[in-house]
């Protein structure tokens, strides 16, 4: 009896969509994307629905004029919570053997960025490692039962959309609607 077995395909790497920048909102910027939402003109005469999405494709326009967009990019897995200047500098020498290396395409500087490359891995592993140790046994303690909530409650607000409405308010200015209520 013959057997076929297919071979899985690698997955694509998921893609971090592009979003506008509202973290730019201030300052000079705030000041002139408020001016352009008192210039913002909605017609009252149609649908409620179609005059949300009037205003929201105006406000949308107006932001990402003022404060850009980010560039669409696969998703990282970096951790870069533990990053420390030895990590930084192995890592930066690496970078450097390697466009050496690219640049000159010979065996020598080949090697020489590979060695660079072990070098950075072993580094990398020795600093996640004593970093990691610190966290697991802080986490054992009585207050490191405390962290274990605190560690879940920022990765839960990580993984919130950010351009969700964080809160709608009414005519007379009161919070209608806010996130935190949920």
């Given amino acids: 009896m013959d057997m076929i077995f297919h071979q899985k395909s690698a997955s694509k790497p998921q893609k971090v969509p592009e979003t506008t920048k509202w973290w730019l909102l201030k300052g000079d910027k705030a000041d002139e994307f408020r001016q352009d939402m008192e210039d913002m003109t909605i017609s009252m005469d149609v649908d409620v629905n179609l005059m949300w999405q009037q205003a929201y494709a105006q406000i949308m326009k107006a932001a990402n004029r003022i404060l850009g967009r980010t560039k669409p990019d696969k998703k990282s897995s970096r951790e870069t919570w533990w990053w420390n200047p030895t990590k930084q500098i192995a890592l930066q020498e690496k970078k450097r053997t390697f466009k050496i290396w690219q640049s000159t395409r010979s065996q020598k500087d080949r090697d020489v960025y590979k060695t660079a490359k072990k070098r950075t891995k072993k580094t990398v592993a020795i600093e996640r490692r004593k970093v990691l140790g610190?966290?697991?046994?802080?986490?054992?303690?009585?207050?490191?039962?405390?962290?274990?909530?605190?560690?879940?409650?920022?990765?839960?607000?990580?993984?919130?959309?950010?351009?969700?409405?964080?809160?709608?308010?009414?005519?007379?200015?009161?919070?209608?609607?806010?996130?935190?209520a949920s």
């Fill in 134 to 180: 610190f966290l697991y046994n802080t986490l054992e303690s009585r207050d490191g039962q405390k962290e274990i909530f605190k560690l879940s409650k920022s990765r839960s607000k990580a993984s919130e959309d950010p351009v969700k409405t964080r809160a709608i308010k009414g005519c007379d200015g009161a919070i209608r609607y806010s996130d935190e």
